[in-house]
């Protein structure tokens, strides 16, 4: 069974930083490509970046490029997301996923399988 359970969400000023955690369990975890989305109450899920299995190829949406950092530690079931220069806009619940796409592209455009629960990112400004 596949969790997701994500944590470093907070309250931080516009031009601070934050660095999200999502634990895995219940599946292998270094062959499945993962991913951050966030939402905002009353819109769609947003695709922030994901990352591939061994984490040589990342994609970012254009909106966090520069900012946002994708990583992952396969050793330790963990992926990351650091958050720098936070500005107003990002604020959002914030999700990890997981898909096995078997050799296909990780990148975020695609549905991902599996969700965690959220962890939400407030910037004041």
């Known amino acids: 069974q596949v969790q997701l359970v994500e944590s470093g969400g907070g309250s931080v000023q516009a031009g601070g930083s934050l660095r999200l955690s999502c634990a895995a369990s219940?599946?292998?975890?270094?062959?499945?490509?993962m991913a951050w989305y966030r939402q905002i109450p009353g819109k769609e899920r947003e695709g922030v970046a994901s990352?591939?299995?061994?984490?040589?190829?990342?994609y970012y949406v254009e909106p966090v490029k520069g900012r946002f950092t994708i990583s992952r530690d396969n050793a330790k079931n963990t992926l990351y997301l650091q958050m720098n220069s936070l500005k107003p806009e990002d604020t959002a619940m914030y999700y990890c996923?997981?898909?096995?796409?078997?050799?296909?592209?990780?990148?975020?455009?695609?549905?991902?399988?599996?969700w965690g629960q959220g962890t939400q990112v407030t910037v004041s400004s």
């Open positions: 996923a997981a898909d096995r796409r078997y050799g296909g592209t990780c990148s975020y455009a695609l549905q991902y399988r599996y």
């Open positions: 219940g599946y292998t975890y270094s062959n499945y490509c």
């Open positions: 990352i591939s299995p061994g984490g040589v190829t990342t």
